[in-house]
T-cell receptor, first 111, second 111 residues
Framework: DVKVTQSSRYLVKRTGEKVFLECVQD?????MFWYRQDPGLGLRLIYF???????EKGDIPEGYSVSREKKERFSLILESASTNQTSMYLC??????????FGPGTRLTVL | GDSVTQMEGPVTLSEEAFLTINCTYT??????LFWYVQYPGEGLQLLLK?????DKGSNKGFEATYRKETTSFHLEKGSVQVSDSAVYFC??????????FGAGTRLTVKP
């Protein structure tokens, strides 16, 4: 089975802190994705990557950056966390053209 | 742009009731269609999928048929159980693009 893991299930940070969310997949998938999930809005794509060191902006990239130095790892970075970035963050991976497999999510609270 | 619209929740049913969650899509071509399920405190899991018109996806008693003429992919189950309580997401995907998700429908099944 595909396994996508995220570094934390729950995270509490203060406004202005730099925040790193880590995601690792073990199935050699080319594509990796970061979403945020908010009530009534569903999933919104922040960034995705289709190869090592490659990244593409999604629908809501402002305030976020990403890093993919190794194929299995995709990091989401909040350069200066703000309260409106309080959300559930979901990582996913996929082979090209196939369905996505999701991690358990990280619930981030920014105070 | 491509998008998915699914019925608003929450939906509350009694055990053994029939379930329908409506999903319609807008797309310029013929995407693959998916239903994902999110149980409390977890990430999204693929429930079923269909890749071309008239295909029927099925899993765990759930079914959905890809209807090109009505651009729909409604989720159905003949007899729901308490354990089916979750949030259900409809999604579409073209081969080399990211997925588009609906807003999600929360289902609660009461004993």
């Amino acid at each position: 089975d595909v396994k996508v893991t995220q570094s934390s299930r729950y995270l509490v940070k203060r406004t202005g802190e730099k925040v790193f969310l880590e995601c690792v997949q073990d199935m050699d998938h080319e594509n990796m994705f970061w979403y945020r999930q908010d009530p009534g809005l569903g999933l919104r794509l922040i960034y995705f990557s289709y190869d090592v060191k490659m990244k593409e902006k999604g629908d809501i990239p402002e305030g976020y950056s990403v890093s993919r130095e190794k194929k299995e790892r995709f990091s989401l970075i909040l350069e200066s966390a703000s309260t409106n970035q309080t959300s559930m963050y979901l990582c996913a991976s996929s082979l090209v053209g196939n369905e996505q497999f999701f991690g358990p999510g990280t619930r981030l609270t920014v105070l | 742009g491509d998008s998915v619209t699914q019925m608003e929740g929450p939906v509350t049913l009694s055990e053994e009731a029939f379930l329908t969650i409506n999903c319609t899509y807008t797309a310029t071509g013929y995407p693959s269609l998916f239903w994902y399920v999110q149980y409390p405190g977890e990430g999204l899991q693929l429930l079923l999928k269909a890749t071309k018109a008239d295909d029927k996806g099925s899993n765990k008693g759930f079914e959905a048929t890809y209807r090109k003429e009505t651009t729909s992919f409604h989720l159905e189950k003949g007899s729901v159980q308490v354990s089916d309580s979750a949030v259900y997401f409809c999604a579409l995907k073209f081969t080399y693009h990211d997925m588009r998700f609906g807003a999600g429908t929360r289902l609660t099944v009461k004993p």
